[in-house]
């Protein structure tokens, strides 16, 4: 999706990033947000499975005459496959899915959530490009807030930097040194 945005210097084309939804300039080839290579295609965008490599005269049990209904296993024994972001999404209050590095976990907004690299925080990010206060979210009748508590390298939300309190929708990701928040579980 392209855009074109005012700037004191005249109208400047944009782009959104498939993959994290940060706001470019036209002319980038690597998101600087989450590294995606538009010059290269993806499996995604290509509606491709990825590491799906069966070959196509593979005998499966229902080929020799056996129905797949008697191969199913019961219940107890079987997975529902759901995306994380589904699963994230359940959340019936307000929550920040977190994603970065090792981590991958979804809590509660509740009163407000601070981040930052100092142990006082409710969540702690171990990188020294972290500031010992970074940001703070809180609950804003149907989205929340980010606010930037005096960072030096800014969280950024669609690209751009958030400098005072700025407003969360449903599904919009700030992203904190590398780290992805996405406000899940709104009306």
């Not at 070959?55 to 229902?62: C, E, G, M, Q, R």
Request: charge should be negative; charged fraction near 20%.
């Amino acid at each position: 999706m392209e855009a074109t945005i005012s700037d004191e210097g005249g109208p400047t084309k944009t782009k959104v990033c498939p993959r994290c939804g940060e706001e470019l300039f036209a002319d980038m080839n690597v998101c600087y947000g989450c590294l995606y290579d538009f010059t290269h295609a993806h499996a995604e965008d290509m509606g491709e499975l990825f590491g799906l490599d069966e070959p196509d005269d593979l005998d499966l049990p229902w080929d020799a005459g056996m129905p797949p209904m008697d191969l199913e296993l019961s219940a107890d024994e079987t997975m529902p496959l759901c995306s994380e972001l589904s699963l994230a999404c359940r959340a019936t209050v307000p929550s920040l899915w977190i994603r970065g590095g090792d981590m991958d976990v979804t809590i509660p907004l509740g009163e407000g959530v601070s981040v930052g690299r100092m142990p006082t925080n409710d969540v702690v990010l171990h990188s020294g490009s972290v500031s010992r206060r970074h940001v703070v979210f809180e609950p804003d009748g149907e989205g929340a807030t980010v606010a930037d508590q005096g960072a030096t390298n800014p969280a950024m939300l669609h690209g751009r930097p958030v400098a005072g309190p700025t407003s969360l929708s449903q599904g919009e990701t700030v992203c904190v040194c590398g780290t992805m928040f996405t406000l899940v579980g709104c009306k």
